[in-house]
């Protein structure tokens, strides 16, 4: 399977250039070989493991770099639709299951993620198709096909996204400006790509696009209250997790944060904290966190059933850097834990904590030593030294 990295990918030789056989076999099992293990078959972990590992050896073997660069020959040449917009299949479908083989190990692997955006044009082209059909697919006016082609061009931006280090390469190519207008699309997963990559993408500042659209959070925090019925804590196929890692991210700037939460966004949160998994859990504890820097939210999140408990709860049962965001949150919140008969106990622990929590110009907090970032933290000219406990 991984021999594909050895096998020439078009006949250069013949009119047209069509795939060689080889190549297409090969990219097939590579698109079925992710789904080799079905769900409830064996446990989640075992599946993501054997994803992410089959993700690792595609690009130790070179696998990744050479789909990309059939990916990108076959967007050169547009050759797998004709003058009329049909697919014609000889050339679709290879370029399909090189899209999806993509994508999918993109979802699975950071090494994948790191190559696909290091790649000098694949990423590239994917843009400009979305740039060359944006206008036909909110009216539309593409085939199934397609539009089949935008989500999936949308997501593998969105997985790359998710790498903090392809971000400065990502937004240098023009992602955010083009996929800006996908944010109104009538498809549900073009529409959550979308926001979900702006929000990995734009800055504090940027983050204020999204903000003259109240139904982006409404969206977005709906997409999140249905996941959590579902008993694999999904909602079209997007997870718990990502989605509110997507709400956290929208959540850095100011405006951003009064909204969400006006529009609803901590009844899942807390939910979260009671029914998610690990991750799930920490997402939620930092999207809090971010939450919490806006004056008139702390007195909501303090009168939010259950979020204090759940958050202080979590705080003396987890370690290291999600028990610190833990105490992130009721750091914040102190003053008003202060003045509430329920939870004055909580707000006098947090207050005498002894320590150093340090707030500088370029929001990092420094705890005995030790750096981290406080998401959505206000910008503080100067340092500034508050009683704090790293414990």
């Known amino acids: 399977m991984l021999l594909i990295s050895t096998i020439p990918f078009r006949h250069l030789d013949q009119d047209n250039a069509p795939f060689t056989t080889e190549f297409r076999q090969c990219v097939l099992k590579l698109a079925k070989s992710y789904y080799n293990f079905k769900m409830g078959e064996v446990p989640y972990s075992v599946i993501c493991e054997y994803r992410s590992q089959v993700g690792k050896a595609l690009n130790r073997s070179g696998a990744v770099k050479v789909m990309c660069d059939a990916l990108a020959d076959g967007l050169k040449r547009k050759d797998f639709i004709d003058v009329n917009m049909e697919m014609l299949n000889e050339y679709w479908f290879p370029i399909k299951n090189v899209v999806l083989t993509l994508l999918n190990f993109c979802d ?15 990423l590239v082209l994917l843009v400009q198709v979305l740039c060359d059909w944006q206008k036909e697919h909110l009216n539309k006016e593409l085939s199934e096909d397609q539009n089949k082609l935008v989500k999936w061009s949308l997501s593998i931006l969105h997985n790359c996204a998710s790498t903090d280090d392809n971000v400065p390469k990502l937004r240098e190519i023009g992602v955010i400006k083009v996929v800006l207008p996908y944010v109104d699309s009538w498809n549900e997963n073009v529409r959550l790509s979308s926001v979900s990559t702006l929000a990995l993408l734009v800055n504090e500042e940027e983050a204020e696009l999204l903000a003259t659209n109240v139904s982006v959070f409404q969206f977005m925090i709906n997409k999140l209250s249905k996941a959590l019925k579902k008993e694999d804590h999904k909602d079209v196929g997007w997870s718990a997790a990502e989605l509110t890692t997507a ?5 850095r700037n100011d405006a951003n944060k009064k909204l969400l939460v006006m529009e609803g966004c901590l009844p899942p949160l807390v939910e979260l904290l009671s029914t998610g998994d690990a991750r799930e859990v920490k997402e939620a504890v930092r999207c809090m966190w971010t939450l919490s820097f806006d004056d008139s939210n702390r007195k909501r999140m303090v009168d939010e059933s259950g979020l204090v408990t759940l958050v202080y709860e979590q705080y003396n049962r987890l370690e290291g850097s999600s028990r610190h965001d833990c105490q992130g949150v009721l750091w914040s919140l102190r003053e008003e834990l202060l003045t509430s008969q329920e939870y004055r106990s909580i707000g006098e622990e947090i207050s005498n904590m002894r320590g150093s929590f340090t707030s500088d110009s370029r929001n990092q907090t420094s705890i005995f030593g030790m750096s981290s970032t406080a998401p959505g933290a206000p910008k503080v000219q100067g340092h500034v030294m508050i009683s704090y406990q790293w414990a």
């Open 247 to 251: 709400i956290g991210k929208l959540a």
């Open 108 to 122: 699975t692997d950071e090494t994948v993620r790191i190559s696909v955006t290091n790649h000098p044009d694949v």
